[in-house]
């Protein structure tokens, strides 16, 4: 169960005053932006512990259309995990989104979206505002909740949201506009699956939040909550799910990939890596180490690859604003080990070594592993598979 929520504290109150304006967001065509976000979860059954978890997500978002009262809003969202001995974060799940939103902060989103999974929250108001003031409007929560539990629909909860306009405060030299919202669940899902021997019957709960709202910029900067999710089995067993979370938004620029991709391939070959091959994708630029080495049926660097990676950390570093992402792949061939881990644990080799050299924070790189799934040419050759068998770096655009 993943909830995306995002949170930012605010320092100091200001003196109350009226907004001069509505507020209302603002979209411009080709803005970008990211949220980097964590939340604390603990989970139990029938109130016994099961489990506290760390869930850290990255949200990557584009206006791709805009006009005065609409933008839409294309997304991709990373939840990540972490392995024991990683400094890096493996990817654990991810999702595309693309979705309307108009001035107000409603909503339009195909059926079968699973993300955003709250939706119309926060909802603005009509007119001016002054601390204190109140309102309701209606939003809703979408579950995915198939792979938990076997179940073959979303889960879709309407709420009725209960707001009050705090007022601006001071967050790092800005004023942003402070808006509670307050809300409970409560949904009989309906589900009927005599095959299954656990699945919900009733999710109730509650959500309380703390929205930061640039209303310069038209745009809500970050959210902090705190929540509760109660689902009631068909054995009548309680599993809990609380928690809090918090996020902070940044602003992305947009990339010259064609600069990008010669500046790269020039401190390449100004270090003897000239054969590296570097190239533009749609999430950014990707130097593609398909000459990289590793001893048979392992993920261990030998000194000469951590001397290449070093290097390439070098360069990396002229770029301190961009995210990277680290992807395995192995060849399609007959082996002692299971492909998809083999990748895995070379991708996190060298998402590790990077981070041991400095190149960036423990946050602003990711990895995953694909197996033998996404070959570059077909596996019929030993130089084919060596092409197959690789590591691809990606600076990621936002």
């Known amino acids: 169960m993943i909830r995306l929520m995002s949170c930012l504290l605010a320092a100091c109150v200001l003196a109350p005053v009226l907004t001069a304006d509505p507020l209302r967001f603002v979209y411009h065509t080709g803005d970008q932006y990211r949220y980097y976000g964590t939340s604390t979860q603990r989970v139990t059954i029938d109130g016994r512990f099961l ?30 995990s972490q392995r024991q001995g990683d400094s890096a974060g493996q990817i654990s799940q991810e999702f595309d989104t693309d979705y309307l939103v108009d001035a107000r ?44 539990f076997g179940v073959d629909q979303l889960l ?15 967050r790092d030299g800005s004023t942003v506009q402070v808006i509670r919202s307050d809300y409970n669940l409560y949904k009989r899902t309906g589900f009927r699956y005599p095959n299954l021997k656990l699945y919900p019957l009733l999710m109730t709960g509650y ?25 009631t089995m068909n054995t009548g067993e309680v599993v809990e799910y609380s928690g ?17 991709v010669q500046d790269l391939k020039k401190g390449l070959e100004d270090r003897g890596l000239g054969n590296v091959e570097v190239k533009e994708a749609p999430r950014g630029v990707v130097i593609n180490l398909d000459n990289i080495r590793f001893p048979g049926e392992s993920a261990d660097l030998v000194p000469s690859e951590r001397e290449k990676v070093r290097l390439i950390g070098e360069i990396l570093k ?16 007959v082996s002692a080990s ?27 790189i990711v990895y995953r592993g694909w197996g033998s799934t996404k070959p570059l040419v077909p596996n019929d050759s030993p130089e084919n598979r060596a092409k197959n068998r690789r590591v691809e770096i990606t600076l990621l655009e936002n």
Not at 244 to 260: I, R
């Open 51 to 80: 489990q506290d978890a760390l869930q850290e997500y990255k949200v990557s978002y584009s206006v791709t259309e805009a006009d005065a009262d609409h933008g839409r809003i294309q997304g991709h969202i990373v939840f990540l």
């Open 105 to 148: 902060g409603l909503y339009t989103v195909p059926d079968t979206e699973v993300m955003p999974v709250v939706r119309n929250v926060p909802t603005l108001p009509e007119g001016e505002l002054k601390p204190g003031d109140t309102w309701t409007a209606d939003g809703e929560e979408v579950h995915d909740l198939r792979d938990d």
């Open 156 to 170: 879709r909860v309407p709420v009725t949201v209960s707001y009050t306009y705090d007022g601006p405060v001071d």
């Open 207 to 231: 959500s309380h939040q703390r929205h930061y709202f640039n209303a310069d910029k038209g745009r809500e900067e970050g959210y902090d909550e705190e929540y509760k999710l109660v689902l």
């Open 244 to 260: 809090t979370g918090g996020s902070h938004l940044v602003q992305a620029q947009t990339m010259d990939k064609p600069a990008v």
């Open 318 to 333: 002229q770029y301190p604003d961009r995210d990277i992402l680290v992807e395995g792949h192995t060849a399609d061939v």
């Open 338 to 364: 299971d492909p998809q881990a083999l990748s895995e644990a070379r991708a996190a080799a060298v998402g590790n070594e990077l981070l041991a050299e400095g190149v960036r924070r423990p946050d602003q």
